[in-house]
């Protein structure tokens, strides 16, 4: 992995009984007597998967056998790696669902929800949004509020695990730019400054929302699909480019290119352009990149 991509893998947990023991013999016994407090079976399962998926993922990028990967958890529980500290990782479950997020040399979050209606929205986003995100929540169409409340969630909670202080941070301290989701107005005083931060929405699927927030620019952030076994397999990549219609660079759309190395033969498509629009004014171009293997992008 170079250290401009942030890798994020992504699936559904299984279970499956026959992947079970493979998992459970990568954990370390801390994380065996944590999968031992859950009374409830699948949660146990789940649990399992989870960090066995893990550890393999991390073993594959170090070149290390999985079982012997030391994770530690820092002051206010999140975890890191005790003999590579420079490799950030991050993962987020929801349901049947994981995502995890590696990469090099910085602050990594990531945050993952399944989008199940809701329907007293309004006193969480007085508690958890920011007066300018709240006003900006409150003013969009009833059939919109649902999928937008979440994606603030999930940007909110990536950043708040990125820093390492989680939730008890506080996600109306961390505010998002409502005209550009992509950058922060306003961080705490001891994460630094909000240009240093960046956050991006994970395309997860029909239903899903996820974010991953570093401090640091990534020139790729490569989205990868888990086989239902006890490896991570590259079986897909995919990036979007967000543009917002009235900025010099929607004249650039059709220039965007790949930057990999023609001997290496990959598949390699540009899927359609899609507009939306948010709000009342905003309308955005996304320009979906898939290829068949791993991955270099790059806009002329």
């Not at 958890?73 to 669902?97: C, I, Q, T, V």
């Not at 409340?149 to 708040?160: H, I, Q």
């Not at 620019?217 to 397999?233: E, N, R, T, Y």
Request: hydrophobic fraction near 40%; proline fraction near 3%.
């Amino acid at each position: 992995m170079k250290s401009e991509i942030v890798e994020i893998w992504h699936g559904k947990v299984t279970v499956e009984d026959a992947h079970y023991q493979a998992y459970w013999r990568v954990l370390d016994e801390a994380e065996q007597i944590q999968a031992g407090k859950f009374k409830n079976a699948l949660l146990h399962k789940r649990y399992v998967e989870i960090h066995g998926r893990l550890r393999n993922l991390l073993a594959q990028t170090l070149n290390q056998s999985p079982e012997k990967i030391r994770i530690k958890k820092a002051e206010h529980g999140k975890p890191y790696l005790a003999d590579y500290p420079e490799l950030a990782f991050n993962l987020s479950h929801s349901a049947d669902r994981v995502m995890i997020a590696v990469g090099w040399n910085c602050r990594l979050g990531v945050d993952m929800e399944i989008c199940k209606q809701r329907i007293s929205l309004s006193g969480l986003v007085d508690k958890c949004f920011a007066e300018k995100e709240a006003a900006y929540w409150s003013q969009l169409p009833e059939t919109q509020k649902n999928q937008a409340f979440y994606r603030f969630w999930t940007r909110k909670e990536a950043f708040v695990k990125a820093t390492g202080h989680g939730i008890a941070l506080g996600l109306n301290q961390c505010v998002i730019n409502p005209e550009n989701p992509t950058e922060f107005l306003r961080v705490p005083d001891n994460c630094g400054q909000a240009w240093e931060w960046r956050v991006q929405d994970i395309v997860l699927g029909e239903g899903i929302c996820g974010a991953v927030v570093t401090d640091k620019k990534f020139s790729v952030i490569g989205l990868m699909d888990f086989a239902a076994v006890g490896f991570p397999v590259n079986l897909l990549w995919q990036t979007e480019v967000r543009i917002l219609s009235s900025s010099r660079m929607t004249r650039r759309i059709p220039r965007i290119r790949y930057m990999i190395p023609e001997a290496w033969n990959w598949e390699k498509r540009i899927g359609a352009i899609q507009q939306t629009t948010e709000g009342t004014d905003k309308t955005f171009y996304t320009i979906t990149v898939q290829s068949a293997f791993k991955k270099f992008l790059a806009a002329d």
